[in-house]
């Protein structure tokens, strides 16, 4: 399972980086609103920024909805960079300039997926990635891990390459239950990725096998 962060917070993304197990990053229009980041020249130094700190696969979303919009902004962001993932919404035109940069070898990433039918066209169209909202999903009740199954089960039937990206991810569970039921890919807070470590048991095993130890080298130098 690639693991990428959601964030444009650079020092949260070169914590996760330094942890070694990090595949890429995920950003959105409100993400780098968060961090402050707006105008374009702003936007493409952030971008550029990132890309300097991770090894691939950083995705970058348009802010246009039409379909020639779309194809400019894509353009220029994949220009940046060779780690740039176009990220198109799943709408109308976004699905012809899915199909667009697919033709073009340019690597994308189909944003908002709340539906398997939503999926499936973004993969006929030639996603890269497709991004399942799973945190979006149960914030209203609905079954986001059966999604995530489904999905699957379609891009199986059908040999499709695109990737499933388990996104809106809010904590250790959700990777873990998506890591079982097949997404190839999740997306989510540092949070969630550091929540994986954490088990009771293991801090005090740790404790005990560390005071235990300390006592035998105590007992050792007073000999
Ligand atoms: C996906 O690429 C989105 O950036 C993201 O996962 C949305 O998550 P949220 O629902 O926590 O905002």
Do not use: W
């Amino acid at each position: 399972m690639k693991f990428f962060i959601d964030t444009a917070n650079l020092e949260q993304i070169k914590e996760a980086q330094a942890l070694g197990v990090l595949d890429g990053v995920t950003t959105n229009p409100s993400l780098m609103a968060k961090e402050g980041i707006s105008g374009q020249a702003n936007v493409i130094a952030h971008y550029k920024a990132i890309c300097a700190i991770v090894d691939d696969n950083v995705s970058a979303e348009v802010i246009a909805t039409d379909y020639e919009g779309m194809i400019a902004e894509g353009n220029a962001l994949a220009a940046l960079d060779n780690k740039i993932v176009v990220k198109i919404p799943m709408i109308k035109d976004g699905i012809k300039a899915l199909k667009y940069f697919s033709d073009k070898g340019i690597r994308t990433n189909c944003t908002l997926i709340f539906t398997a039918g939503q999926a499936l066209l973004a993969a006929k169209a030639g996603a890269s990635y497709v991004s399942p909202f799973l945190g979006r999903l149960d914030d209203i009740g609905a079954d986001s891990f059966g999604l995530i199954e489904d999905i699957r089960l379609i891009f199986d039937n059908y040999g499709y390459e695109t990737q499933i990206l388990a996104a809106s991810i809010r904590n250790s569970v959700h990777i873990v239950e998506c890591a079982k039921i097949g997404a190839d890919v999740m997306t989510g807070p540092l949070s969630s990725i550091l929540g994986l470590l954490k088990h009771p048991l293991t801090d005090s095993g740790l404790a005990q096998f560390l005071a235990d130890h300390k006592k035998a080298a105590e007992a050792e130098a007073a000999k």
